[in-house]
């Protein structure tokens, strides 16, 4: 069993920066691939940015060049860098394993 709590989103302004962190209980954290889902009100949950267990990154193309993910096996912690943020970055924000457990998410809102 893994549980994942996020944190870190909020509020910001168009252009501002915003870092998501994933904390995973449970042991064995460095054997799952990691990703960063996000949901738009009234639209589909997307992939956003994925990560092996190996480090390899990959990115949806509307993100690529702002958003970094990133992980601290020693931390149990995957990280999800977000800079020039646009209002369509706006929607929650879900950590997810390969293994398909989901966190809780967490709202990011950017606006003017």
């Known amino acids: 069993q893994v549980q994942l709590v996020e944190s870190g989103g909020g509020l910001v302004q168009p252009g501002g920066s915003l870092r998501l962190s994933c904390l995973a209980s449970?042991?064995?954290?460095?054997?799952?691939?990691m990703d960063w889902y996000r949901q738009a009100p009234g639209r589909q949950r997307e992939l956003v940015a994925a990560?092996?267990?190996?480090?390899?990154?990959n990115y949806v193309d509307s993100v690529k060049g702002r958003f970094t993910i990133s992980r601290d096996n020693a931390k149990n912690t995957v990280y999800l860098q977000m800079n020039s943020l646009k209002p369509e970055d706006t929607g929650v924000y879900y950590c997810?394993?390969?293994?398909?457990?989901w966190g809780q998410g967490t709202q990011v809102t950017v606006s003017s």
């Open positions: 449970g042991a064995m954290f460095s054997i799952y691939a």
């Open positions: 997810h394993t390969n293994t398909d457990y």
């Open positions: 990560i092996s267990r190996g480090g390899m990154t």
